[in-house]
C-alpha cells in the first residue's frame, strides 16, 4: 500500500509498504483526519487500530468537491476519481486532461467549471507486452526502450517500436482531439510511466506524479470541511 502525509495542502512525507511500514510512518503524529482507497475490508478494520482520527472511506458515494457526470459512478475507479480531483485542485480555471500512465492509460477529464466527464481507458506499456509474450508462442517478453527505432530491423526492435511507439502515437493523438474540442487546455501527465513517457511525446504537458494523492487530499479536506 501507498500512504502520505499533508499539512493542509502541502505534502510533506509520502511511503509505501506493509502495516508495520504504516504504523512507524504515523508513529508520534497527531492526525486530524483520515482517508482510505481500498477494496478490502479488513483494510479498514486494521486501520482502525492504528489511528485514533476519524476515518473517511472513498466510495462513489463520497462527497467530493467536483461534479461527478460519470454514468456509472459505482464502476468509477478511486484512481480515476482521485486523478479527477487533483487535476482540478491544482487548475481550476482551466479545462483538464489527466492521462495515467501505469497499468492502463487513463485519459480523464474535467471542464473549468469543476465538471467530470469521463475518459477513456486503454492496456498500458507493460501490459502490451505482457499480451504479445502470452497470447503468441515465439514473441519475448520485452522490457519498454526509449526513443525506439520508427522501423524495427528485429524482433526486439520491432516490438518496442511498435509498443512504444503506438503509445506515444495513441497519446499525442488523443490530446490533439481534445483540443480540437476544448480551449484552453491543460494536460496532466501522471502515474508509473509519466517520467518515461513525458521525454517521449510532443504534447506540451505538465507532469505531476503526486497527482492521486493530492486528489485524495482534496477529498479529505472537503469531507472535513463538510
Not at 473517511?56 to 461534479?67: A, D, F
Not at 507486452?129 to 528485429?154: M, Q, R, V
Not at 496532466?188 to 506524479?209: C, H, R, Y
Request: hydrophobic residues 40%; negative net charge; proline residues 4%.
Amino acid at each position: 500500500m501507498k500512504f502520505a502525509l499533508f499539512q493542509g495542502q502541502t505534502l510533506l512525507v509520502k511511503g509505501a509498504g506493509d502495516w508495520q511500514d504504516l504504523a512507524q510512518f504515523i508513529e508520534g503524529k497527531v492526525l486530524t483526519g483520515c482517508l482510505v482507497s481500498t477494496v478490502t475490508n479488513e483494510s479498514l478494520n486494521e486501520l482502525t487500530s492504528l489511528v485514533s482520527c476519524d476515518i473517511t472511506e472513498l466510495t462513489y458515494k463520497t462527497s467530493i468537491p467536483i461534479v461527478n457526470s460519470y454514468t456509472t459512478p459505482s464502476t468509477l475507479g478511486n484512481d480515476r476519481l482521485a486523478n479527477a480531483v487533483g487535476g482540478h485542485f491544482l487548475r481550476p480555471d482551466e479545462n483538464k486532461l489527466v492521462v495515467d500512465c501505469g497499468t492502463c492509460i487513463k485519459f480523464d477529464f474535467v471542464s473549468n467549471q469543476g465538471k467530470y466527464l469521463g475518459g477513456s481507458i486503454s492496456p498500458g506499456v507493460l501490459m502490451r507486452f505482457k499480451a504479445l509474450n502470452e497470447f503468441t508462442s515465439l514473441l519475448p517478453l520485452l522490457e519498454p526502450s526509449s526513443h525506439p527505432k520508427l522501423i524495427g530491423d528485429s524482433t526486439y526492435s520491432a516490438i518496442n517500436s511498435g509498443v512504444v511507439n503506438g503509445v506515444v502515437a495513441e497519446i499525442d493523438g488523443l490530446i490533439a482531439n481534445y483540443r480540437l474540442v476544448y480551449e484552453n487546455l491543460t494536460v496532466i501527465l501522471t502515474g508509473g510511466d509519466a517520467s518515461f513517457f513525458d521525454k517521449e511525446l510532443k504534447s506540451n504537458i505538465f507532469v505531476e506524479p503526486n497527482l492521486t494523492l493530492i486528489g485524495l487530499n482534496e477529498i479529505l479536506r472537503h469531507n472535513i470541511s463538510h
